[in-house]
């Protein structure tokens, strides 16, 4: 699988570098935090959004608008599924890692063909916003020994507990949680948990 940099102009239609914002602080928080043994996510923690960092990615990044600053965790190198919001998502990795992104536009009749899936290295302590539009999942580590701690920053309530409503649509079956809307591969465990297989073709494993 050929790898981009979110430098690269492949990297254009799925998101953006942003600017002036000091990770330092951020990045020394997660890493006092423990790695599990496979991946873990907390939508919003204590430690994190205690950081200075916090009110300039809600005034700036979010115009003002209520964030949570959470983080996903651990080891993987697999795609799994993929999923979307309604709004962009913030990432700060305290390690180089990799995102496994695809379109929201390049669905077809519920289900995603893998092979338009690009992978785009990330660089350690670099504030990546990955737009609504933006297929993605849990990151991907590139060491081992290293990990992945990546800081994940959404509008407050994102994947916290699913609205309660009768499906009036297909799109509607897709949501496994408030503002997330999923597409699981067969192989993962997310499907044989019940959530959408939305994805065919190779599970991608970057390892």
Known sequence: M????????????Y???????????????MMKIDLPEGTAYEPGIDSLE??????????????????????????????????????????IGTHDFVLLLAKQGEIENGVLDTAKVKAFKVPAGVPVEVYATSL???P??????DGFRVAVVLPRGTNTEKPDFEPRSEEDTWMTARNK????????S??????????????????
């Open 2 to 13: 050929k790898f981009y940099s979110i430098y690269d102009a492949e990297f254009k239609p």
């Open 15 to 29: 998101g953006q570098v942003l600017e002036g914002y000091d990770t330092k602080e951020l990045c020394e928080a």
């Open 50 to 91: 205690a950081c200075a960092i916090f009110k300039p990615l809600s005034d700036r990044a979010y115009g003002g608008m209520p964030i949570q600053l959470g983080m996903c965790w651990g080891h993987n190198t697999k795609l799994n599924c993929l999923e979307y919001h309604r709004d962009s998502e913030v990432n």
């Open 136 to 138: 993605h999942y849990a």
């Open 140 to 145: 991907c580590h590139l060491s081992a020994a």
């Open 181 to 188: 809307w999923l597409l699981a591969h067969p192989e993962s």
């Open 190 to 207: 997310e499907a044989k948990g019940g959530a959408h297989i939305g994805l065919k073709g190779e599970n991608i494993d970057i390892a």
